[in-house]
Structures are given as C-alpha cells and as structure tokens.
T-cell receptor, first 112, second 112 residues
Framework: KAGVTQTPRYLIKTRGQQVTLSCSPISGHRSVSWYQQTPGQGLQFLFE???????NKGNFPGRFSGRQFSNSRSEMNVSTLELGDSALYLCASRNGWGDEQYFGPGTRLTVT | DQQVKQNSPSLSVQEGRISILNCDYTNSMFDYFLWYKKYPAEGPTFLISISSIKDKNEDGRFTVFLNKSAKHLSLHIVPSQPGDSAVYFCAASDSNDYKLSFGAGTTVTVRA
C-alpha cells in the first residue's frame, strides 16, 4: 500500500497570507490527524477527522481549520499567517479508533 | 501545557551499548503509551507501545518500561546500532479519545 502523502513538501508564505496543505491517507484509512512540529515543542495535535467529521481538536486558534472529503483526503488551512506558524506540519492516518497512526513526511511551512 | 515531557534533548551512546530514553507524563488519564522514531525529512514511524495494564513490552532490541505510580516510562535499545541514530518521541493517549500527546523528542546519536 502507498503511504501517507502530503503536498506540497515545502512552502514559503508571507505574513498575513493564507495557506492550504493537503494530505492523502493510506488507502482504506478513514481517520486523518494533523500535527504541528516546532523545535523544542514536539508534535502538537491540531485536529482529527473521521469520515468527514471533526472528532478531536487541539488548542490552536481558529485561524487553523481543516476538512475531510468523502475519499478521506484532508486539507488544512491556516489564515492570516504569523511568523510563529513556521513549522513542519504532519498528517497521520489510521483505520479506526485506537489503531496505530501512520505519518506522512510533512509539509515544511516558512512564514516570512 | 506539556503533558508529556522528555527532559533530555539529546543522548550520545557508543555502538553496541544500551540507550535509555526517558519520558514523564502528568495526565493520570493516559493509559496508552507509544514511542516513535523520526529520521530527517521523514514522518515519525511507530516503534513500540505499551498499555497501562502492563509494565513492560519487548520487541526485539526495543523494550519499553512503564511505571504508573511515578508516571514515567522509558525505552531501552540494546544493543544500539548506527541506524538507531534518530529523534525519538514519546507519546501518550487516553483511550476515551485516542488523541496523542507528544513529548519534545530526544535526539539519539550512536557513535561507531
């Protein structure tokens, strides 16, 4: 099976702009989670979608949003970008509740 | 607030010796614990897990120990190999929502 894919892999944006990141889960997986990784902070949970519904949400401002499509692909949007949003954004998929998560390679976002 | 803490940002060990990585958590609701390994430019990959009903789980060279009363877990790698050089993340979840909380990671370097 193909692994989790994320596009784009690298992105440079300017403060105030918005950005959309995409994640394609492993075929058959219905859950997609998003994480932000910054140096010294580890991975911070953003949200999880299961069958197009947001099931869990982390402690991030409303500028961070996401959605999941009927084919389980997911997008994450960040509006009004700030310098502090520069990070590696990781997506993970799993088949069901409590199953192991498989991570994609991430999208490196740089905000200037 | 960091519910999972890895207080050692780095660890250097000689090839063939034991690597011991430590992790502490604060949320008493956590009942499932995992270790992930991450190479540069790749997403984290699942290494080993343990549920709160056990105090030890072994998989080849990797053993995870859980001390629930101390809210502490550790990962032992014996013997350490050069391919083990990576960042290791400790993660924990509550089986009510399976939302993963990660530590900040420990960078392991195995010296030849």
């Amino acid at each position: 099976k193909a692994g989790v894919t994320q596009t784009p892999r690298y992105l440079i944006k300017t403060r105030g702009q918005q950005v959309t990141l995409s994640c394609s889960p492993i075929s058959g997986h219905r859950s997609v989670s998003w994480y932000q990784q910054t140096p010294g902070q580890g991975l911070q949970f953003l949200f999880e979608y299961f069958s197009e519904t947001q099931r869990n949400k982390g402690n991030f401002p409303g500028r961070f949003s996401g959605r999941q499509f009927s084919n389980s692909r997911s997008e994450m949007n960040v509006s009004t970008l700030e310098l502090g949003d520069s990070a590696l954004y990781l997506c993970a998929s799993r088949n069901g509740w409590g199953d192991e998560q498989y991570f994609g390679p991430g999208t490196r976002l740089t905000v200037t | 607030d960091q519910q999972v803490k890895q207080n050692s940002p780095s660890l250097s060990v000689q090839e063939g010796r034991i690597s011991i990585l430590n992790c502490d958590y604060t949320n008493s609701m956590f009942d499932y614990f995992l270790w992930y390994k991450k190479y540069p430019a790749e997403g984290p990959t699942f290494l080993i897990s343990i549920s709160s009903i056990k105090d030890k789980n072994e998989d080849g060279r990797f053993t995870v120990f859980l001390n629930k009363s101390a809210k502490h877990l550790s990962l032992h790698i014996v013997p350490s190999q050069p391919g083990d050089s990576a960042v290791y993340f400790c993660a924990a979840s509550d089986s009510n929502d399976y939302k993963l909380s990660f530590g900040a990671g420990t960078t392991v370097t195995v010296r030849a």
